[in-house]
Nanobody, 123 residues
Framework: VQLQASGGGLVQAGGSLRLSCAAS????????MGWFRQAPGKVREFVAA????????DYADSVKGRFTISGDNGKNTVYLQMNSLKPEDTAVYYC?????????????????WGQGTLVTVSS
């Protein structure tokens, strides 16, 4: 599976962005997709995840109520709608697939990392 993240950019605090993660190659119908982010000088952290059916989602506490993850199976694409952005949301955002038989949201539970897309939120 190859993942391509896009949609990042520069936005003012309070603004919105929508990130996309397009999957190509051998995609699995039961794959859970996740978004992570890595701010400068910090470790990569979990942001959100969604199962293939789209009926189970999970969010980091820091983004609950502001970010929404969704998927379009027909396009093999997962989205991250980010509203009410804050300067602390500034990071490179990555998408990835959860490893087989894994259920956690740590970095080690995911693989097939895309190249990342930079989100910069100005104050």
């Amino acid at each position: 599976v190859q993942l391509q993240a896009s949609g990042g950019g520069l936005v003012q605090a309070g603004g919105s962005l929508r990130l996309s993660c397009a999957a190509s190659g051998r995609t699995f119908s039961s794959t859970t997709m996740g978004w992570f982010r890595q701010a400068p000088g910090k470790v990569r952290e979990f942001v959100a995840a969604i199962n293939r059916n789209g009926d189970i989602t999970d969010y980091a506490d820091s983004v609950k109520g502001r970010f929404t993850i969704s998927g379009d199976n027909g396009k093999n694409t997962v989205y991250l709608q980010m509203n009410s952005l804050k300067p602390e949301d500034t990071a490179v955002y990555y998408c990835a697939t959860r490893r087989f038989l894994r259920s956690g949201n740590s970095d080690a539970d995911f693989s097939n990392w895309g190249q990342g897309t930079l989100v910069t939120v100005s104050s």
